[in-house]
Nanobody, 127 residues
């Protein structure tokens, strides 16, 4: 069973940076997963932030393009999200998600693409 654990959230002022980490366990050593970051603010639906396919291609929500960077370490089964120039509107619970195999670029930011989810890490950006 695949397990995902997020870390790195916290409180930061607008314009600051945070780096989220998602550690995965239970993945086969030769398996490659498509993975993504989602976020959910209070009273809002969960939305895709950034995704990376098993082929390394990436997709970003328009709201974070140029500010957030998704990356992965396949050997360590770890996913990262570098968040720069943070805004109060970025405040949310951030979740890591994964699914075995390739994910079409257009599907990387869809919740229904993913089978495995972490418990989330809170990001709070103050003005």
């Amino acid at each position: 069973q695949v397990s995902l654990v997020e870390s790195g959230g916290g409180s930061v002022q607008a314009g600051g940076s945070l780096r989220l980490t998602c550690g995965a366990s239970g993945m086969g050593s030769s398996d490659v997963y498509s993975m993504a970051w989602f976020r959910q603010a209070p009273g809002q639906e969960r939305e895709g932030v950034a995704g990376t396919g098993s082929d390394g291609k990436t997709n970003y929500a328009d709201s974070v393009k140029g500010r957030f960077t998704i990356s992965r370490d396949n050997a360590q089964k770890t996913l990262y999200l570098q968040m720069n120039s943070l805004k109060p509107s970025d405040t949310a619970m951030y979740y890591c998600a994964a699914v075995l195999g390739p994910g079409p670029l257009a599907w990387l930011l869809r919740q229904t693409t993913y089978r495995y989810w972490g418990q989330g890490t809170q990001v709070t950006v103050s003005s």
